[in-house]
């Protein structure tokens, strides 16, 4: 993004550094102390403020977007499609803005390897709901919103607003085993969750801006999707909380764990259930240039 863009963040940070879609994370030759990743990030939203959007009202298909609010992290659970998979365990991040128009969600995805501070467990013992829709959904993002193959195509016939509204429903609904409502409003109850942030500030590259046909779409059943108008689709630039107290995690001895007699899900588009046999302020998530999520 740097290179890209021609940017000179200040003498004391040489060409070495690469961040974000430039690939393979930050490095940082010859790098004082004081230029922490905090400092790179506030030097780019100053050299990119003309190009950076802020008002969730404006189309954002290939722009950068920036925001402020709560997010949830969880890991997209793949299918490992074998065209253009994702090559590392991916975080799906959601977050939500409200706009004149209406709801707006914002579906992100980035590598787990990015989340500073915090052991993510190999195994979630609680297991849960994945979506159908996985292989489609891995190719969409790693070709970076580009056109799926017809490979996939020909399995997941879906236009650009099912989709999007598959992958919203993966944010907010994957890892689900009971009842929608009981999980409504709960992410440490759904298997697959990793950290809700209260305090969170982000830049995100969104691939596709999806607004939904008015009349077209009944939430009835799934009431966490109730009033969306747009669904934005992308990968974090960077991502960081603003306060080390906002974060919490939902893995290991925090998931709360709902008595399976309730009932199993009626999520459409969402297969039977797979069972799998504090940390410091700032979470960075970044995208790479070929599709693969890199460790920052």
């Not at 409200?98 to 190999?122: I, M, Q, Y």
């Not at 891995?138 to 650009?160: C, H, M, N, W, Y």
């Amino acid at each position: 993004m740097i290179d890209d863009n021609g940017i000179r963040l200040g003498s004391r940070i040489k060409t070495a550094l690469n961040l974000g879609l430039a690939g393979n994370g930050v490095s940082l030759v010859g790098r004082d102390q004081e230029n922490t990743t905090f400092d790179v990030a506030e030097k780019l939203k100053k050299k990119l403020r003309k190009s950076v959007i802020t008002d969730f009202s404006t189309p954002a298909s290939g722009r950068l977007i920036q925001g402020a609010g709560h997010t949830e992290v969880a890991e997209f659970q793949m299918w490992g499609y074998p065209q253009h998979r994702l090559r590392q365990r991916t975080a799906v991040i959601h977050t939500q803005a409200v706009t004149r128009e209406g709801r707006v969600d914002l579906c992100l995805f980035g590598s787990l390897k990015n989340l500073r501070g915090f052991a993510v467990p190999e195994e979630d013992p609680v297991g849960g709901w994945t979506s159908s829709a996985a292989p489609m959904i891995e190719e969409f993002i790693a070709l970076r919103g580009a056109e799926v193959s017809t490979g996939t195509g020909r399995e997941f016939p879906f236009d650009e607003e099912q989709l999007a509204v598959e992958i919203l429903k993966v944010a907010l609904s994957q890892g689900i085993y009971a009842d929608p409502s009981d999980h409504l409003g709960r992410p440490e109850t759904r298997a697959y969750t990793m950290l809700g942030c209260d305090a969170t500030e982000y830049v995100a590259l969104i691939y596709r801006d999806v607004v939904l046909t008015a009349g077209r779409w009944d939430f009835r059943v799934e009431p966490e999707l109730e009033g969306v108008h747009r669904i934005l689709i992308g990968a974090p630039l960077w991502m960081r909380t603003t306060r080390q107290d906002s974060v919490r995690r939902h893995f290991g001895e925090n998931r709360v764990v709902i008595p399976r007699a309730l009932g199993a899900s009626s999520t459409s588009a969402i297969a039977p259930s797979q069972e799998t046999p504090h940390g410091h302020g700032h979470v960075i998530l970044q995208p790479s240039r070929d599709g693969e999520h890199t460790q920052n």
